[in-house]
């Protein structure tokens, strides 16, 4: 069993950034992949960010060139970089793990049912 914890939420002005961590506690040794989705109101949701335990990774093309995902294995963390946030950038954000190693990052960016482990999320509000 895997759990994750998000932090670093918060409200920006439209062009600023935010940095958002996920700790993974218990069983972490063999987890393969990390993700960040986002999910925003009335809408289903979304792959954002993915990062294998080899540093591959895979990004939504709406945040191409603004979000950066990285990991610190020792510590068990993935962070979310995000610099020149919009509007629509406003969601709740969750953290995303598992051990699964089949099928590329592009499949599992897209197929949030993939991953078995989610934290609770953390909210990201970019206004105008």
């Known amino acids: 069993q895997v759990q994750l914890v998000e932090s670093g939420g918060g409200s920006v002005q439209s062009g600023g950034s935010l940095r958002l961590s996920c700790a993974a506690f218990?069983?972490?040794?063999?987890?393969?992949?990390m993700a960040w989705f986002r999910q925003a109101p009335g809408k289903e949701r979304e792959g954002v960010a993915v990062?294998?335990?080899?540093?591959?990774?895979a990004y939504a093309d709406s945040v191409k060139g603004r979000f950066t995902i990285s990991q610190d294995n020792a510590k068990m963390m993935v962070y979310l970089q995000m610099n020149s946030l919009k509007p629509e950038d406003t969601a709740m954000y969750y953290c995303?793990?598992?051990?699964?190693?089949?099928?590329?990052?592009?499949?599992?960016?897209?197929?949030?049912?993939?991953?078995?482990?989610w934290g609770q999320g953390t909210q990201v509000t970019a206004s105008s």
């Open positions: 990062i294998d335990n080899d540093g591959s990774t």
């Open positions: 995303a793990a598992d051990y699964k190693s089949y099928n590329s990052a592009y499949y599992r960016i897209q197929n949030p049912q993939w991953f078995g482990y």
């Open positions: 218990g069983y972490t040794a063999s987890i393969y992949s």
